[in-house]
């Protein structure tokens, strides 16, 4: 059974830093791609980055710079750091794995930017 748990979401000021967990099981981690995606209140579901199963990463333009994605096959852990956050930042932060042609996620992190 494929199972995703975000955690790490909370108050932050703008210009602060959080940094998100995402630990999966139910699915040989290693060989698959990990995402982290969005949905800001009222808004639909947005990508924000992608980690390879080569470790090889890819952002949305609206974050480079800014994050960093990263995983842990050891722990089948993914995270992303998230510094100089923003207002527009808030949302709930999903991560994703398309296994057998399907998608799955996690209920999500909460992650509120404001002063």
């Known amino acids: 059974q494929v199972q995703l748990v975000e955690s790490g979401g909370g108050l932050v000021q703008p210009g602060g830093s959080l940094r998100l967990s995402c630990a999966t099981s139910?699915?040989?981690?290693?060989?698959?791609?990990l995402h982290w995606v969005r949905q800001a209140p009222g808004k639909g579901l947005e990508w924000v980055a992608t980690?390879?199963?080569?470790?090889?990463?890819n952002y949305a333009d609206f974050v480079k710079g800014r994050l960093t994605i990263s995983r842990d096959n050891v722990k089948s852990t993914v995270y992303l750091e998230m510094n100089n956050l923003k207002p527009e930042d808030t949302a709930v932060y999903y991560c994703?794995?398309?296994?057998?042609?399907?998608?799955?996620r996690g209920k999500g992190t909460v992650v509120t930017v404001s002063s």
């Open positions: 980690i390879y199963k080569t470790s090889e990463t």
């Open positions: 994703n794995v398309n296994y057998g042609g399907a998608d799955y």
């Open positions: 139910g699915f040989i981690f290693s060989v698959y791609h």
